[in-house]
């Protein structure tokens, strides 16, 4: 069933912001790419609400910094550990998933935030997975499906990809899904994007379908002023544009951080939505539900996408799964 054939979706509280967030004692928030500018406001915001926190990324230095900041800063009950974590290399993700498993009981919020968005010259890993496919969508794939089993351990465990605003012409090219033979760095970040998209609504459907009893959800948020270049690589005379055009229309990275808080921490949210900011073009705002572009709803494509993705992984039973329900 896809939550968003509903005629409605579940009202956000109008300008929820961080005053909303309710104590996190007791629950485990992993979240990748902490030491970039979202993910070190993600996990300050969750540790300063009594949640504990595992860092994942590759910089030590800035993990290390950043832990011993907020422990000086806020007198809280949860705890911050730094986890070494490549997305871009398939042997780094299996590794830090079995330590992961070997070191907690219960995960109860997964927030995939890590991404890259200007690499303006094909790169592929050892592989020969394309990066921008591999460290936005598939690591985070293999990530995911490899630790559902301790989540399922938790109470109320979810999933929170994190994307981005996506124009109407977005496409996924399932035939060159490595973009082979047409690359350019917007195709590649936009293709990612919608990748991540399409398969957390796939997840939440098999979660229902399969009573995995796991909340997946995806997030963007919108763009922040200064972060314009980042957010339409390439495109340096529309990035001018909203820059000066567009600048009241835009955010902060604190009000970014909403929509993916709300999605992990409130009672009210839902699997299988899309949270958003609730502004013009939804580039700033509280957060609230949005409908997403078409393209990231089709239930064909989806499929072939986990598919296709789940093959690539090594992941037979999960394969097996689409087109189950």
């Known amino acids: 069933m896809n939550l968003f054939n509903k005629k409605k979706p579940r009202s956000v509280q109008p300008y929820w912001g961080q005053k909303d967030i309710p104590d996190l004692t007791g629950k485990l928030f992993l979240i990748t790419g902490a030491t970039g500018a979202y993910g070190q406001l993600l996990t300050e915001t969750v540790y300063a609400n009594n949640g504990s926190v595992i860092l994942a990324g590759r910089d030590q230095e800035t993990a290390f ?181 567009g600048s009241p229309f835009l955010g902060s990275r604190r009000l970014g951080i909403l929509p993916t808080l709300f999605a992990a921490t409130d009672h009210q949210a839902v699997g299988g939505r899309l949270y958003a900011p609730d502004g013009f073009l939804h580039l700033q705002g509280r957060p609230t539900a949005v409908k997403p572009i078409n393209a990231a709803l089709d239930k064909q494509k989806q499929g072939e996408l986990w598919v296709a993705s789940s093959e690539l992984a090594g992941f037979s039973s999960w394969a097996s799964m689409a087109n189950t329900f």
């Open 65 to 245: 910094a950043l832990i011993g900041r907020l422990r000086g800063q806020y007198q809280a009950s949860g705890t911050l550990q730094f986890r070494q974590l490549d997305l871009n290399d398939l042997a780094s993700i299996q590794s830090f998933a079995a330590n992961i498993q070997n070191e907690v009981v219960k995960l109860d919020v997964l927030i995939n935030n890590a991404g890259i968005k200007d690499t303006k010259e094909r790169q592929v890993n050892r592989e020969g997975i394309e990066a921008h496919f591999q460290i936005n969508y598939f690591g985070h794939f293999v990530l995911t499906n490899l630790l559902i089993p301790l989540m399922q351990m938790a109470k109320d465990p979810r999933i929170v990809n994190v994307s981005a605003p996506l124009p109407g012409f977005a496409n996924l090219k399932l035939n060159d899904l490595q973009l082979t033979s047409s690359y350019s760095n917007q195709r590649a970040y936009l293709q990612s994007k919608l990748a991540i998209q399409m398969a957390t609504f796939y997840l939440q459907d098999i979660s229902a379908a399969q009573n995995l009893g796991i909340k997946a959800m995806v997030t963007h948020p919108g763009i922040a002023k200064g972060n314009l270049q980042r957010s339409y690589p390439n495109q340096s005379q529309l990035s001018g544009w909203l820059q000066t055009v």
